[in-house]
């Protein structure tokens, strides 16, 4: 059935003539009464008696206009729907991470992401970085972020590297000091990375080729567990200035470390099929993020 039909129903038992009807439809008179003609040619009944010099509607055209009704607020409805889309503000979102970008990185994007968009719902998938580059490609998640190294295959990538800082809980006696050194550290009682992430080995071997001593008394997966451990006075560490900066008001003090500890992820999805307008999105602002922490030096895509 012609939608056209219908919105010319609707206009006419509305305003209750074909002249009013065909003004509020930007239309000719005749277009109208033709479409009314058309409409109780399909329908098989009558829609209107003329009672003067007006219209009014037969017992049938009342129970049939609250179908109409029905019909075109859903059609009205998907209207809706497709410009929420089109404009990015609806639609789903699957993320796969790593822990700690998952706990970190992630956690304030997605919260002023959904909170600007009420139509979008995201899904966090927390994984190790060597499940989250098998997930892709695949059409069951949208983006991915690891830890590098990542095979490009099949897949956009884009890496940001961010310089890591010296934590220390407050009051610390190396807070004196306005670059934080393996030396100054040395013996210090350290919270560490789980020997599963890169960026553990980049500290032991910059701890090693300064002579110091890498004091560990704890390890965690997690930048965000170590922050906490850091501020309940249990170590020192060193940590992405991402989750530095999230956590700075539990009680921790920010320094510079040398030399420079990089800590490096990628944030990818499959180059098979584009992303959604509402991926497309959810990248700005994640980039945009990000571009607070990253090295002065362009991301790199692939």
């Not at 049938?60 to 729907?81: H, K, M, N, P, W």
């Not at 609806?90 to 968009?117: E, Q, Y």
């Not at 921790?252 to 499959?270: G, K, M």
């Amino acid at each position: 059935m012609d939608i056209r039909l219908l919105e010319a129903f609707r206009a006419v038992i509305e305003t209750g003539s074909v002249t009013h009807a065909a003004a509020a439809l930007g239309v000719t008179q005749p277009a109208v009464s033709a479409q009314i003609a058309r409409l109780e040619g399909v329908l098989g009944f009558s829609l209107f008696e003329r009672s003067g010099n007006r219209l009014r509607p037969t017992s049938e055209a009342i129970a049939f206009r609250a179908e109409v009704d029905r019909t075109l607020g859903r059609i009205d409805d998907l209207a809706s729907a497709a410009a929420l889309l089109r404009e990015g503000q609806s639609g789903s979102l699957a993320i796969a991470s790593h822990p700690m970008a998952g706990v970190t990185l992630l956690t304030p994007v997605v919260a002023s992401f959904v909170r600007a968009r009420p139509h979008v719902r995201v899904q966090l998938i927390t994984r190790n970085s060597d499940v989250v580059r098998g997930m892709f490609p695949s059409r069951m998640h949208d983006i991915g972020i690891c830890e590098l190294p990542i095979d490009p295959s099949g897949l956009n990538v884009t890496r940001y590297r961010m310089q890591c800082v010296a934590i220390l809980p407050k009051g610390h006696a190396l807070c004196a000091h306005d670059v934080i050194t393996p030396e100054l550290m040395s013996g210090v009682p350290f919270i560490g990375m789980s020997r599963e992430w890169s960026v553990y080995h980049v500290v032991a071997t910059v701890f090693a080729e300064a002579g110091a001593h890498l004091n560990v008394v704890a390890t965690s997966e997690l930048f965000a567990m170590i922050c906490g451990l850091v501020a309940h006075g249990a170590g020192v560490s060193i940590v992405d200035p991402a989750s530095a900066a999230q956590f700075g008001g539990i009680g921790l003090e920010v320094r510079p470390f040398q030399p420079a500890v990089s800590y490096e992820i990628a944030v990818f999805h499959a180059a098979e099929r584009g992303l959604s307008r509402i991926g497309q999105a959810f990248l700005d602002a994640f980039d945009a993020h990000l571009q607070r922490f990253v090295e002065p030096t362009p991301k790199s895509t692939t």
